[in-house]
């Protein structure tokens, strides 16, 4: 499923892709059907037309990782190389130094209900932004907004 999402990634128009086949195990997973083999596979062309329908993104934003990190990793230059930057939803508690390299933005943390999702101060998740290579933890700016974002 795709939709163009303001909430996700503060101050920019993301298109949010659902990725499938997703590695996580939260115990209050809010979307089971993603640990599926399901949907369409994402490629270049896929993005390159998924961004031609959707004119004014700036942002691409992958909700799961799949099962393919070398993959992933090369979609994420693919989306720097059509000018728009990078985020990546990750339900794991830390992931490795080419994935720091490849996106703009990263969401670490689980889903955990009783914590609540990235506009609640209680959340044990947290979105950096990683620029000039630091990382940035912007969490916080969720919380002054009453958005919906996370997931
Ligand atoms: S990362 Fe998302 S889809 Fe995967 S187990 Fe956690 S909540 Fe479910």
Same mark, same amino acid.
């Given at each position: 499923?795709? =939709?163009?999402?303001?909430?996700?990634?503060?101050?920019?128009? =993301?298109?949010?892709?659902?990725? =499938?086949? @997703?590695r996580?195990? @939260?115990?209050? @997973?809010?979307?089971?059907?993603?640990?599926?083999?399901?949907?369409?596979?994402?490629?270049?062309?896929?993005?390159?037309?998924?961004?031609?329908?959707?004119?004014g993104?700036?942002?691409f934003?992958?909700?799961?990782?799949?099962?393919?990190?070398?993959?992933l990793?090369?979609?994420?230059?693919?989306?720097?190389?059509?000018?728009?930057?990078?985020?990546?939803y =990750?339900?794991?508690?830390?992931?490795e130094?080419?994935?720091?390299?490849?996106?703009?933005?990263?969401?670490?943390?689980?889903?955990?209900?009783? @914590?609540?999702p990235? $506009?609640?101060?209680?959340? $044990?998740?947290?979105?950096?932004?990683?620029?000039?290579?630091?990382r940035?933890?912007?969490?916080?700016?969720?919380?002054?907004?009453?958005?919906e974002?996370?997931?």
């Open positions: 499923m795709t =939709s163009v999402v303001l909430e996700e990634i503060p101050d920019r128009v =993301s298109l949010a892709v659902d990725i =499938s086949n @997703c996580g195990n @939260c115990v209050g @997973c809010h979307s089971p059907f993603l640990k599926e083999d399901i949907g369409e596979e994402l490629t270049p062309q896929v993005i390159d037309a998924l961004v031609a329908d959707n004119f993104v700036n942002c934003l992958f909700l799961g990782e799949g099962r393919d990190p070398q993959a990793l090369a979609l994420a230059a693919h989306v720097h190389a059509l000018g728009l930057e990078a985020a990546l =990750s339900g794991r508690e830390q992931v130094d080419p994935f720091w390299e490849a996106f703009d933005y990263i969401k670490l943390g689980p889903y955990r209900p009783e @914590c609540g990235l $506009n609640k101060p209680t959340t $044990n998740q947290r979105l950096y932004r990683i620029a000039g290579g630091r940035e933890d912007i969490t916080a700016r969720f919380w002054h907004r009453g958005l974002a996370g997931r």
